[in-house]
């Protein structure tokens, strides 16, 4: 299971927000609709920024790719 950085999920739930759309915004960040709708529900629930990353482990996502969205 790939593990997303706290800043990719908060890029995604705001681009959410904007769009309202789950569909755009999963292949926008190339990521499945059940996964923004979890991050949206985590979100609602104070609960989103939980995930910390292990010591020494790099981001699978480089989000200078999505700097413009």
Excluded: C
């Excluded at 593990?3 to 705001?14: I, L, W």
């Excluded at 923004?36 to 200078?64: A, R």
């Amino acid at each position: 299971m790939k593990q997303y950085s706290n800043d990719f999920r908060k890029k995604v739930v705001e681009h959410y927000k904007k769009s309202n759309n789950k569909t755009n915004t999963a292949e926008t960040f190339s990521i499945s609709r059940t996964t923004v709708l979890n991050w949206v529900k985590l979100d609602q629930n104070g609960k989103l920024y939980e995930y910390i990353k292990p010591v020494g482990q790099s981001s699978k996502v480089d989000l200078k790719n999505y700097k413009n969205i």
